[in-house]
């Protein structure tokens, strides 16, 4: 069965530090996608980032950079001069096919980042 | 851009009633989902269509079903609703990519149901 975990329940950091978020992921899959959803005090989930298990490259996007390791199951998010504004919950989910054209997210728990003045 | 609307982000409801949460969206999609939200648990998947009238099991489909008879709606439906289904409920949907099942969830802004 496929797992996300994401450790970090809670982090608290004050505006302007960098901070990483930690996900960790179990699959038997050799083909497979990785998600990061962010989710402000709004509720809706904001889709961040969709990254397949053939690419480990890095991503970068303005403040956000994404480090895929296969080696160690690991799809980490790393916020460079955190705002105010990037206070929310944050997901890390892993895709699994359920049929040819569809696909289930097996999410983690979330973190909740709390970015302080 | 996707949008993903649900009927309603707040609702009370008794036990015993019956419960119509409903989700819409504008993008053709194929493939629609439902989850419940829980602290601690994360998103759980209920039920998801991937096609008009078609539907399936998810990971926690006791005490619920759904109704999918056009395309851009989705209805997940609380027969008798519990106690233990007050929880955010979010709807998503997706497109496969180049008709393989690549897809981007995109998620509606949720509701959330007290059942008292």
């Known amino acids: 069965a496929q797992k996300v975990t994401q450790a970090q329940t809670e982090i608290s950091v004050v505006e302007k530090e960098d901070v990483t978020l930690d996900c960790v992921y179990e699959?038997?899959?050799?083909?497979?996608?990785l998600f990061w959803y962010k989710q402000p005090p709004s509720g809706e989930l904001v889709f961040l980032i969709r990254r397949n298990s053939f690419d480990e490259q890095n991503e970068i996007s303005g403040r956000y950079s994404w480090n895929f390791q296969k080696s160690t199951s690991s799809f980490n998010f790393t916020i460079t001069a955190s705002q105010v504004v990037d206070s929310a919950v944050y997901f890390c989910a892993l895709s699994e096919a359920i049929t040819g054209t569809a696909s289930k997210l097996t999410f983690g728990t979330g973190t909740r980042l709390q970015v302080t003045l | 851009d996707v949008k993903v609307t649900q009927s309603s982000r707040y609702l009370v409801k008794r036990t015993g009633e019956k419960v119509f949460l409903e989700c819409v969206q504008d993008?053709?999609?194929?493939?629609m989902f439902w989850y419940r939200q829980d602290p601690g648990l994360g998103l759980r998947l209920i039920y998801f269509?991937?096609?008009?009238?078609?539907?399936e099991k998810g990971d926690i489909p006791e005490g619920y079903s759904v109704s999918r008879e056009k395309k851009e709606r989705f209805s997940l439906i609380l027969e008798s609703a519990s106690t233990n289904q007050t929880s955010m409920y979010l709807c998503?949907?997706?497109?496969?990519?180049?008709?393989?099942?690549?897809?981007?969830?995109?998620f509606g802004p949720g509701t959330r149901l007290t059942v008292l």
């Open positions: 699959t038997r899959d050799t083909t497979y996608y």
């Open positions: 998503a949907s997706s497109s496969p990519s180049q008709g393989m099942s690549t897809d981007t969830q995109y």
């Open positions: 269509s991937y096609d008009v009238k078609m539907k």
């Open positions: 993008m053709d999609h194929e493939n």
